[in-house]
């Protein structure tokens, strides 16, 4: 209030405290970057900024011999493209592919997680067998675990073969077996998705299903 009693206006009381000083708050993102460009160049000029090091530091960075390769989302049966980063034989990054037809680079829940699932300490790493009655795992080769697949898959082809069905009064020649299925996945290339169909046909499989339709 004046001394009349009249309210007081903002332009009065600022007339009473003086002109405002400018503040830190008042500096804006452009301000800033000249003032980090500057004192940069400041710095270098002053060799208190080593450049030779700084470039030097720059070759070492995430991107220095990395091989890029293209793969497949290996959770639904959608597709996604995705671009796996390999340096030195071991996997550092894994990202959408923004040339595929399909995600466009975008990633799910899940296909994010590839990353993580496949670096995770928990994941096994070689085959496992487990005995009849034994409460426990051992570790297998790879190619202890081939041999006994393809074992088992020959002695049921072997113990279920139907090789003829009786149509009306003859005998027809069918040669498949009721007792293995064959399973497509959504990574699965169109080629390996013709080697897979061939396979389960010459092992005389008659039930191919694939990943997207169950």
Sequence with gaps: ???????????????DRGPR????????????LRLTVGGGAGLALGELLDVSTVRAATQRLKLENVNEFTTSCNF???????????????LIAMEGDYDHIVNR????????SM?????????L?????RAPGSDRWEDISWENAVERIAQKIRKT??????ATEKLGDAEVPV??????????????????????????????TAFVEHQARL
């Design 175 to 204: 040669n498949r077996t009721d007792a293995i299925a064959f399973m497509g996945g959504a990574q699965n290339t169109n080629e390996e998705c013709y080697l897979f169909q061939k396979a389960a046909r010459l092992l005389g």
């Design 21 to 32: 000083t400018q503040g830190l708050t008042s500096i804006n993102r452009r301000d800033w």
């Design 105 to 112: 680079g975008s990633l799910c829940v899940k296909g994010i």
């Design 157 to 162: 082809r072997d113990a279920t073969w139907i």
């Design 125 to 129: 790493r070689t085959p496992r067998y």
């Design 76 to 90: 639904c049966s959608c597709g996604c493209g995705m671009i796996a980063a390999v340096r030195e034989g071991k």
């Design 115 to 123: 990353f993580a699932t496949h670096t995770s300490p928990n994941r």
């Design 1 to 15: 209030m004046d001394p009349i009693g009249n309210p007081r206006t903002e332009t009065q009381d600022q007339v």
